[in-house]
């Protein structure tokens, strides 16, 4: 059964604005994982947070985690148009199986 | 450095057909799975291995039969399809079962059922 489920289920930006999206889960877990898929290729992945660590840093990409929440949220700053994807979030609990959410679809307006 | 391919890339069998879907991997990696993806529904583990010589089964595994005879390929199997596996295959792979490890994603296989 999917652990994460991320909202919203689409989101459309302009060029240079941050995109947000949010990731809730329902059981405890070791890591949570972000994974890029652009139209018609694999995914890719994007960053690991370990459940006890609040926040985290790549580029442009910012990553919270909430445990008490159960929630975490990723914000891509300075959108680009090749920043159009769509994004899962993938919770990692007791065990190496990935457990992925249905994704938010983000598309970057020029 | 291919990293990890599959083949074909697409499909089209007929309802109680048979195939095989092929993943390679060149990142002398021990785990690989195999997703399949559904609008709306995420990715859903079907099987993965943990070695050479070893399958287990996932979230969705009927249907599917797997086969790692070698560390880089990861065979899934369908013997007889249903329209109901009309999906996006995806396979990966990751070094190690370590929590932490990143997965590697192949491009996938769109595969129709009529």
């Known amino acids: 059964s999917q652990q994460g489920e991320e909202d919203p289920q689409a989101l459309s930006i302009q060029e240079g604005e941050n995109a947000t999206m949010n990731c809730s889960y329902k059981t405890s877990i070791n890591n949570l994982q972000w994974y890029r898929q652009n139209s018609g290729r694999g995914l890719v992945h994007l960053i690991l947070?370990?459940?006890?660590?609040r926040e985290k840093h790549s580029g442009r990409l910012r990553v919270t985690l909430d445990t008490s929440k159960k929630s975490s949220s990723l914000l891509i700053t300075a959108s680009r148009a090749a920043d159009t994807a769509s994004y899962f979030c993938a919770t990692v609990p007791n065990d190496y199986k990935l457990s992925f959410g249905a994704g938010t679809t983000v598309t970057v307006r020029a | 450095n291919a990293g990890v391919t599959q083949t074909p890339k697409f499909r089209v069998l007929k309802t109680g057909q048979s195939m095989t879907l092929l993943c390679a991997q060149d990142m002398n990696h021990e785990y690989m799975y195999w997703y399949r993806q559904d609008p709306g529904m995420g990715l859903r583990l079907i099987h993965y291995?943990?070695?050479?010589?070893?399958?287990a089964k996932g979230e969705v595994p009927d249907g599917y039969n797997v086969s790692r005879l070698k560390k880089q390929n990861f065979l899934l199997g369908l013997e007889s399809a249903a329209p109901s596996q009309t999906s996006v295959y995806f396979c990966a792979s990751s070094y190690a079962g370590d929590r932490t490890d990143t997965q590697y994603f192949g491009p996938g296989t769109r595969l129709t059922v009529l």
């Open positions: 291995s943990v070695g050479e010589g070893t399958t």
């Open positions: 947070i370990r459940s006890n660590e």
